[in-house]
Antibody, heavy 121, light 109 residues
Framework: EVQLVESGGGLVQPGRSLRLSCAASGFTFDDYAMHWVRQAPGKGLEWVSGISWNSGSIGYADSVKGRFTISRDNAKNSLYLQMNSLRAEDTALYYC??????????????WGQGTMVTVSS | DIQMTQSPSSLSASVGDRVTITCRASQSISSYLNWYQQKPGKAPKLLIYAASSLQSGVPSRFSGSGSGTDFTLTISSLQPEDFATYYCQQSYSTPPLFTFGPGTKVDIK
């Protein structure tokens, strides 16, 4: 079964850091680009960051550029999001999503169930 | 950056109705446009990619059209399980740099 399972969310104070993980199974992880997408409570979807199959191409939304870092470990079938200098507006459900292709410029065909990040003092 | 708009923001419809949702890009994105469905408490689901290609397993009552800046998602005969929020997404920009539309909520009339 193709599956993405996120972990690492929780309650964190403003200015602190958090690292999200996404464990992939059921497909050849290193063939595909991967992405993080977030959704604030009651709001729409916001693409956060994406990484190509070989980490050669990486992109970030302007809202997180310079604070968040995406990475992947193909040997461990895992995707990560290092989030630094967190702000209240980063509070959201964070989804891991699989790209249809390796380059990272296509639709997202598999999604995890998300991990909640709450930034509050 | 490419901005995406959707209209309407919400609509009420009945089972069996034909429903059309419009998505517009702030600049030409060729056919790099995808559509997702999201139900409350669930992850989004890919419906249409590359403007008009139906994702595997998605019912044929869903269809997409358009190119350039203007796109539509059509549900030919609305079913009870189709009440959800629909998002468009552009995948034109590189390096990975995506934008979602604000969403269209379809509820029961």
């Amino acid at each position: 079964e193709v599956q993405l399972v996120e972990s690492g969310g929780g309650l964190v104070q403003p200015g602190r850091s958090l690292r999200l993980s996404c464990a992939a199974s059921g497909f050849t992880f290193d063939d595909y680009a991967m992405h993080w997408v977030r959704q604030a409570p009651g709001k729409g979807l916001e693409w956060v960051s994406g990484i190509s199959w070989n980490s050669g191409s990486i992109g970030y939304a302007d809202s997180v550029k310079g604070r968040f870092t995406i990475s992947r470990d193909n040997a461990k079938n895992s995707l990560y999001l290092q989030m630094n200098s967190l702000r209240a507006e980063d509070t959201a459900l964070y989804y891991c999503a699989k790209d249809r292709y390796g380059s990272g410029s296509d639709a997202f065909d598999i999604w995890g169930q998300g991990t909640m990040v709450t930034v509050s003092s | 950056d490419i901005q995406m708009t959707q209209s309407p923001s919400s609509l009420s419809a009945s089972v069996g109705d034909r429903v059309t949702i419009t998505c517009r890009a702030s600049q030409s994105i060729s056919s790099y446009l995808n559509w997702y469905q999201q139900k409350p408490g669930k992850a989004p689901k890919l419906l249409i990619y590359a403007a008009s290609s139906l994702q595997s397993g998605v019912p044929s009552r869903f269809s997409g059209s358009g190119s350039g800046t203007d796109f539509t998602l059509t549900i030919s005969s609305l079913q009870p399980e189709d009440f959800a929020t629909y998002y468009c997404q552009q995948s034109y920009s590189t390096p990975p740099l995506f934008t979602f539309g604000p969403g269209t909520k379809v509820d029961i009339k």
